[in-house]
């Protein structure tokens, strides 16, 4: 008999071998780090975020280092759904982890089609619906900061498609519980959270922007305790599965994710620094759980014990 811990989870209709995920965006389509590491390491990859057709993304420059964190602009460059489905889907499947497509539209029809021509596909095993970009039917706002939006999209989504969707939340909301209930409300049977934050780095001596787009999305170690209480809220707020991101880039800080309500988490930017980070935090969880007798990863999800509830911490000063 094995004394290996069990570090399998259950979220909702998805199920993964373990609870680490890449992070949308950071790994490409997933063979990009097959050099570094076997996938099969992992829980699943969350592909870069899909369109209908290619994009090129916004002009240089694009990627802008901060203090524990990045900044990135990249405008959601990517190959295009035919693309993956024909050249890149085929090489993936069968690697021994659940494969997890990150779509986006600019209109809800477009987040539909994406639906159906991933759907039956071998392989995927997920949507991830990246609901962080403007609806242009809607005057420009974005999908994921309007709760009306959010239901309106999954549920478009969720009637097209017999796969888990997976609705990846913005932190840039007065109140994340409303849009995640929203995205429930619509049919959603994961919340992924949390995305970037938005932030701006200043050329001094050229007195403008590092990045060509102004702003840019911040990501890493500096959005972890931030992603941690909204997670830890969330947990509180809602009855359903919750994949944490935010600057994980070992065990120890996958393990306040779970600890906060999390069953599963992705690994992203600490990829940039180190291809082998997401392998390495499974070996950390796993690590976790033999040095305290865990057996069972799943009966840590949300075992936090708490000093405080959220939002009622004091402020310095």
């Not at 524990?68 to 499947?93: C, K, T, W």
């Not at 239901?151 to 609705?167: C, G, N, Q, S, Y």
């Amino acid at each position: 008999m094995s004394d290996a811990p069990d570090l399998s989870v259950k979220l909702g209709p998805l199920r993964l071998k373990n609870p680490v995920l890449t992070a949308s965006g950071t790994c490409g389509y997933g063979e990009e780090m097959a050099p570094y590491f076997d996938l099969a390491l992992l829980g699943g990859i969350v592909t870069k975020s899909l369109s209908l057709k290619p994009r090129e993304g916004n002009a240089p420059q694009r990627l802008a280092e901060t203090p524990a964190g990045m900044l990135n602009s990249i405008g959601l460059q990517n190959i295009g759904v035919e693309a993956f489905i024909h050249d890149r889907l085929p090489s993936l499947a069968g690697k021994g982890l659940a494969i997890i497509a990150s779509i986006f539209g600019f209109a809800i029809e477009e987040f539909e089609t994406l639906a159906e021509r991933l759907e039956g596909r071998p392989g995927i095993a997920a949507l991830e619906l990246n609901i962080s970009c403007p609806n242009t039917s809607r005057g420009g706002v974005e999908f994921g900061v309007d709760p009306d939006s959010t239901r309106r999209v999954t549920e478009a989504v969720r009637k097209r498609t017999r796969l888990p969707v997976i609705v990846k939340l913005s932190p840039s909301v007065t109140d994340i519980s409303l849009i995640a209930r929203a995205a429930l409300d619509g049919g959603a049977d994961i919340l992924s959270l949390v995305n970037t934050f938005f932030g701006m780095v200043v050329d001094v001596e050229k007195r403008r922007p590092v990045l060509s787009t102004g702003s840019g999305g911040l990501s890493g170690p500096a959005i972890r305790p931030m992603a941690v209480h909204l997670v830890a809220k969330l947990a509180r707020a809602v009855k359903a599965p919750l994949i944490g991101i935010g600057g994980i880039g070992s065990g120890e800080d996958a393990m306040q994710f779970i600890l906060a309500g999390a069953s599963a988490v992705q690994v992203g930017t600490a990829t940039f620094v180190d291809p082998c980070a997401a392998p390495r935090t499974v070996e950390g969880i796993d690590e976790y759980c033999r040095r305290h007798g865990v057996t069972k990863l799943a009966d840590l999800v949300g075992a936090l014990h708490r000093g405080g509830a959220p939002g009622h911490g004091s402020a310095a000063g």
